[in-house]
């Protein structure tokens, strides 16, 4: 099993849609999560951090499950801006003295008019 | 502004050359980090390191050499022992406190002549 799993997409929504990714890992002990955005020939740039309690910044929310060791990220009113590569990010132990960190191969949203 | 500068955008090796990439950042972090991207892959980590004059290997260090003379600086090697050099290499930084998401330069793009 892979560390960090996602669903490759493509995603093709409308404008104004909601889209959900889901994501999986593998190591129990890890203890930071995290949603990047990539766009196509750039850097990954951090999108939010994804907390136990689940957290929301306008349009994106994010909810980590650690029984069933998933996140996800939900987008409501999808703009054609949100046209993008969403990874996962987590962290490969719990020790927390240094940010290792697993990415997934990401998931492809497009949204189109 | 703070941030990470990579240079160069471009680079172009030939056969049997070392070609070096330069990685700095004004963020105050200690940590810093080397990730190579391929085509459909996630980020592979080359190289960390997380204090000044001090550099683990990553999951794919071989035919990579890193340096850490000052807590700004982080550059690459890539040596003539990478047969498959040809990627989009990241660089990155965190606190290393807590757990902490990491911050990318926009990358440098290398290639075999």
């Known amino acids: 099993r892979k560390e960090v799993e996602q669903d490759p997409g493509p995603f093709n929504v409308p404008e104004g849609a909601t889209v959900a990714f889901n994501c999986t890992y593998s190591?129990?002990?890890?203890?930071?999560f995290f949603w990047y955005r990539q766009d196509c020939r750039k850097e990954p740039k951090l999108l939010m951090s994804?907390?136990?309690s689940g957290n929301e910044d306008g349009r994106f929310t994010a909810q980590l499950n650690r029984a069933s060791q998933y996140i996800s990220l939900l987008i409501r009113d999808s703009k054609l801006s949100d046209s993008a590569t969403y990874l996962c990010?987590?962290?490969?132990?719990?020790?927390?003295?240094?940010?290792?960190?697993?990415f997934g191969t990401g998931t492809r949203l497009q949204v189109t008019l | 502004d703070g941030g990470i500068t990579q240079s160069p955008k471009y680079l172009f090796r030939k056969e049997g050359q070392n070609v070096t990439l330069s990685c700095e950042q004004n963020?105050?972090?200690?940590?810093m980090y080397w990730y190579r991207q391929d085509p459909g892959q996630g980020l592979r980590l080359i190289y960390y390191?997380?204090?000044?004059?001090?550099?683990q290997k990553g999951d794919i260090a071989e035919g990579y050499s890193v340096s850490r003379e000052k807590k700004e600086s982080f550059p690459l090697t890539v040596t003539s022992a990478q047969k498959n050099p040809t990627a989009f290499y990241l660089c990155?930084?965190?606190?290393?406190?807590?757990?902490?998401?990491?911050?990318f330069g926009d990358g440098t793009r290398l290639s075999i002549l």
């Open positions: 963020l105050n972090h200690d940590a």
């Open positions: 994804v907390y136990s």
């Open positions: 190591n129990s002990a890890s203890q930071s």
């Open positions: 390191s997380q204090i000044v004059n001090d550099f």
């Open positions: 990010v987590v962290n490969k132990d719990g020790s927390g003295t240094a940010s290792k960190l697993t």
């Open positions: 990155a930084s965190s606190l290393t406190s807590g757990n902490q998401p990491q911050h």
